[in-house]
C-alpha cells in the first residue's frame, strides 16, 4: 500500500513537471514572435536609413542603439511591475508595446520624401520598442524562474536566450526577404501582427503570484549585481557590432551573403545552449563564463582578420557561440545576490548593462567604424571581452 502511495506520488510530480515544462516552452514561444520584431528590424533598418533616408552609418548606430537607451531607462519599472504586479502583466504589456512600433515603422516609410519627420518617426518606433522589450524578456525571466524554481535559474536564461536569438538569427534574413520579394510595408506589417500572436498565447497561459515582504531599493540591487552585470556589458560589444554593422561591413569587403551572418550568430548561439544550458546551473557561472569569453575573443579576433565572407562566417559563429553562455553564466550568479521578492529587479537590473552596451555601442562604433574602417570596431569589441575576462577572474579570486 505504502508503495502505491509513492508511485502515485512520483506520477503526479512527474505530471506537475512536465506541465511545467510545457509553460516554460509556451513562455519561449511567446519570446519568440516578440523579438522577431527585433529581428525584422534589424535586416531592414540599416538599409532604409542609408538609402531611402541616406543618412550616414553614425545615424545607423544611433537609430539601433536608441532602443536600447529606451530599455535601459525602463528596467527599473518593468522589475518593478513583475514584482508588484506579476510578470505576466509586464509580458502582456510589452507584447502591446512591441506591436505598436510597427505603426510608427509604417509611418516612417510613408513620410521618406521628407527624411527628417521620417526619422524622428523611427526614433519614436525604437523607443516604444525598446520599452515593450524591456517589460516582455524581464517578465519573461521573472516568469520561467516563478514556474521552474530559482535552481533551474540558468536553464531559463538559456531557453529564452535560444527563443530570443533565433528570433534574432531568422529575424533579420526574414525582413530582408520580405522587403526584396514584397516590400518594406510588409516587413512593417509583420511587426505589428507577430506580437499580436505571442499576446494571445500569453493570456491563456499560467500566472505566478510576485513575491510578498520588503524590497531592496534599486540602487542596492545594482551594488548587488553590478560584478556580473559588468561582464555581460563587456561581452556584449562584439554582439553589438554584429547586429548593427556586420551587413554594411560585408557591403564594404563586397563579400556576399550578409544577411547570413546573424543567421549563422544565432544557429551556433542556439546550438551552444541546447547542448550546455546545464553547465552554469552544475559547475558555476563564473568558471562557464571564462572559457566562453575566450572563444567569443577568438571569434571576433577572426571576423577583424578576415580576408574572405568564409572566414567572416567562421569569425561569427565562434562570437555566437561564446557570448551564448555568457549571459546565464553571469546571470546564475546575479540572481544569487538577492532574495525572491527582489528578483524581477534584479533581472531588469542585470538585463540593464547588457541594454547599457549595446545603447553606447552603436553610436561609439558607428562613429569608430566612420574614421578607422568597419575592420576595426571588431578589433575594439575583442579587446572588451578580453577585458571581460579579467574582470570575471578578478571576481572570481575575490569571491
Not at 540572481?335 to 527582489?342: G, I, L, R, S
Request: aromatic content about 10%; glycine content about 10%.
Amino acid at each position: 500500500m505504502e508503495y502505491l502511495k509513492l508511485k502515485s506520488a512520483a506520477a503526479i510530480d512527474t505530471s506537475s513537471e512536465t506541465g511545467t515544462i510545457q509553460h516554460l516552452l509556451t513562455l519561449c514561444s511567446i519570446v519568440f514572435l516578440g523579438f522577431l520584431t527585433l529581428g525584422i528590424s534589424l535586416g531592414t533598418l540599416p538599409s532604409f536609413i542609408t538609402n531611402k533616408l541616406h543618412y550616414s552609418s553614425l545615424m545607423v548606430g544611433i537609430v539601433i542603439g536608441i532602443q536600447s537607451a529606451a530599455t535601459l531607462a525602463s528596467r527599473h519599472f518593468s522589475g518593478t511591475i513583475c514584482d508588484t504586479r506579476g510578470s505576466k502583466k509586464s509580458v502582456c504589456s510589452g507584447l502591446i508595446f512591441c506591436a505598436l512600433t510597427g505603426v510608427f515603422y509604417l509611418l516612417s516609410n510613408a513620410t521618406v520624401s521628407q527624411p527628417s519627420i521620417s526619422l524622428v518617426l523611427l526614433l519614436i518606433g525604437r523607443l516604444v520598442l525598446g520599452f515593450g522589450e524591456s517589460l516582455l524578456i524581464t517578465g519573461a525571466l521573472s516568469w520561467g524562474i516563478g514556474l521552474m524554481g530559482v535552481k533551474y535559474s540558468g536553464k531559463v536564461m538559456a531557453w529564452n536566450g535560444i527563443s530570443m536569438y533565433g528570433a534574432l538569427a531568422f529575424g533579420a534574413p526574414i525582413g530582408m526577404w520580405m522587403e526584396n520579394s514584397l516590400s518594406l510595408n510588409q516587413a512593417f506589417i509583420a511587426i505589428l501582427i507577430l506580437p499580436a500572436i505571442a499576446l494571445a498565447l500569453a493570456v491563456t497561459l499560467k500566472g505566478v503570484m510576485p513575491a510578498g515582504s520588503a524590497r531592496m531599493p534599486f540602487y542596492k540591487v545594482i551594488k548587488s549585481i553590478w560584478r556580473q552585470g559588468s561582464g555581460l556589458a563587456l561581452a556584449t560589444v562584439g554582439f553589438g557590432v554584429i547586429a548593427s554593422f556586420i551587413t554594411l561591413y560585408f557591403a564594404q569587403q563586397q563579400w556576399q551573403n550578409a544577411s547570413l551572418s546573424l543567421t549563422i550568430f544565432g544557429i551556433a548561439y542556439i546550438l551552444a545552449r541546447l547542448f550546455f544550458s546545464h553547465l552554469p546551473d552544475k559547475h558555476g557561472g563564473h568558471i562557464i563564463a571564462f572559457y566562453s569569453l575566450l572563444v567569443e575573443v577568438a571569434g571576433l579576433t577572426c571576423i577583424r582578420m578576415a580576408t574572405s565572407s568564409q572566414m567572416a562566417f567562421a569569425g561569427v559563429a565562434l562570437t555566437g557561440f561564446g557570448f551564448s553562455l555568457v549571459f546565464p553564466s553571469l546571470g546564475v550568479e546575479a540572481v544569487k545576490q538577492v532574495a525572491p521578492q527582489n528578483r524581477g529587479v534584479a533581472l531588469g537590473a542585470y538585463v540593464a548593462f547588457f541594454d547599457l552596451a549595446l545603447g553606447i555601442t552603436g553610436p561609439l562604433a558607428g562613429l569608430l567604424a566612420g574614421y578607422c574602417g568597419y575592420a576595426f570596431i571588431y578589433l575594439a569589441a575583442a579587446v572588451a571581452a578580453a577585458i571581460a575576462i579579467l574582470l570575471n577572474q578578478a571576481h572570481r579570486t575575490k569571491k
